[in-house]
C-alpha cells in the first residue's frame, strides 16, 4: 500500500495521581481524558483510542460515552476503542451505540474490535470463560453483518436467531470504519482478512521487527481470499519529554507500579531498570525526546509498512500534566518530524 501514514494516540483510562502524588478520582481521571483528546483535536493528530476495563485501576468501562464526550467538544480527530471486548458484549448493542457517537461526531466514529488482555467482564457479565473463542468468532460473525446497514438474518449457537432484523440508528455514511486488533496470533490476523477489516498490532513489548511476518501474513491472506489490500496499524506505549534523561525519569515509577501490579497477576517477575532501559533501547517502548521518539517511530513504520501508528500515551499513575506535555510534543514535533524522515 502507499505510504501515506495517519498518527493516533490511545488510552486505557488508567487512574492516576497529582503531580504531587495525591489520588486522583476515577470521574476526575475521566474528566482529564477528555481535556487530553481536545488537545490532541487542537494539534491536529488523527486518532483517539479509548480502552474498556472493569477493574479499579482503570476508570473506563464505557468507551462510547467518553467518546461522546469528546466528540462534543473537538471537531476533527476520529474517535474509536481501544478494545471493545466484544466477547463479553451484545454486538448489537455495541454497534448502536458507535452508531449513535458516529452521528454526534459527524461521521468521526470508528471500533476497534478484540478479545482484550483482561478478563474481568466475563464473571461480570456472566459469560464462560470456556467459550472465550467461540464467544468472539460468533459475536464478530454478528457485528460483521450488522455493519451492512441491512435487514439481518443471521444464526449462531450462543444467542436467539435474527430473522430480517433491522438495527437502528444508521450511520449517515452507511458503514462504521471497525477493525480488528491482535495481540500476535497468525490465527487472529487471518480472522482480521476473512472478514475484511484493517487490522491492528498490539505491540507491547520486543523488538517491533518480529511483527513483520504477520504484516505479510495479513496481505497474503487478503490476495488469496481476493479481498483488497487493507490498513495495518500498531499501537505501542510511549512517552515524550523535553530530554531523554527526563522522559526516562518522570514515567519510570509509574511504568514500574502499574507492569509489577498487573505482573503479580499473571505470575510475572518484578520488572527491573535493565529491562526498562532494554524496552526503550530495542523494544516497544516509544520513550524519549521528540527527536528520539521520532526516529524510533519512523523506523517501525518503513520496518513493518502500516499504516497508521497509535501511542498509548498513559501509564499507570503517570499524572495528566505530564501526559498533556506528552502529547503536546507528540503533535508539534515527534509527528511532523517522522513525516519529514519518510518523506
Known amino acids: 500500500m502507499a505510504q501515506h501514514v495517519e498518527f493516533g494516540l490511545d488510552t486505557f483510562g488508567d487512574v492516576t495521581v497529582g503531580v504531587d502524588g495525591s489520588a486522583i478520582s ?19 493528530i488523527d486518532f483517539i483510542g479509548v480502552g474498556e476495563h472493569h477493574r ?19 471537531k476533527n480527530i476520529r474517535l474509536g476503542s481501544a478494545v471493545t471486548v466484544l466477547s463479553s458484549d451484545d454486538p448489537i448493542r455495541v454497534f448502536q451505540r458507535f452508531a449513535t457517537v458516529d452521528a454526534l461526531s459527524n461521521g468521526r466514529a470508528e471500533v476497534i474490535l478484540g478479545r482484550g488482555s483482561f478478563t474481568e467482564s466475563f464473571p461480570l457479565f456472566g459469560f464462560d470463560l470456556g467459550r472465550y473463542e467461540q464467544l468472539f468468532e460468533e459475536k464478530l460473525d454478528l457485528f460483521s453483518e450488522l455493519l451492512k446497514e441491512q435487514p439481518v438474518t443471521w444464526s449462531g449457537d450462543l444467542r436467539p436467531p435474527l430473522t430480517e432484523q433491522s438495527v437502528y440508528p444508521h450511520t449517515e455514511a452507511g458503514h462504521i470504519r471497525t477493525w480488528i486488533g491482535v495481540g500476535g496470533s497468525p490465527e487472529s490476523v487471518v480472522r482480521a482478512a476473512r472478514y475484511g477489516m484493517p487490522l491492528v498490532l498490539a505491540i507491547i513489548g520486543g523488538d517491533p521487527a518480529r ?19 487493507l490498513p495495518i496499524a500498531v499501537h505501542s506505549p ?3 519529554a523535553d530530554t531523554d534523561d527526563e ?13 509489577d501490579r498487573i505482573g503479580a497477576e499473571r505470575g510475572w517477575p518484578e520488572t527491573n531498570e535493565g529491562e526498562y532501559s532494554n524496552e526503550i533501547n530495542h523494544g516497544s517502548l516509544y520513550l524519549g ?5 521520532a526516529r524510533k517511530l519512523a523506523a517501525t513504520i518503513s520496518t ?14 503517570l499524572p495528566h500534566e505530564l501526559m498533556m506535555h506528552s502529547i503536546e510534543l507528540y503533535g508539534s514535533k515527534v509527528i511532523p518530524m517522522v513525516k519529514d524522515m519518510l518523506s
Open 26 to 44: 476515577q470521574a476526575q481521571v475521566i474528566r482529564n481524558l477528555v481535556a487530553e483528546g481536545v488537545l490532541a483535536d487542537e494539534l491536529g
Open 56 to 74: 479499579e485501576d482503570f476508570a473506563v468501562s464505557a468507551p462510547e460515552v467518553v467518546l461522546a464526550g469528546i466528540a462534543s467538544v473537538t
Open 211 to 229: 511483527f513483520a511476518p504477520y504484516v505479510d501474513l495479513f496481505h497474503r491472506a487478503l490476495a488469496q481470499l481476493e479481498k483488497p489490500d
Open 238 to 240: 510511549g512517552f515524550i
Open 247 to 259: 522522559a526516562a525519569e518522570q514515567y519510570w515509577l509509574h511504568h514500574k507500579a502499574m507492569r
Open 289 to 293: 525526546s521528540p527527536e528520539t521518539v
Open 304 to 317: 513493518l509498512g502500516i499504516q497508521r501508528f497509535d501511542l498509548k500515551y498513559s501509564a499507570g499513575t
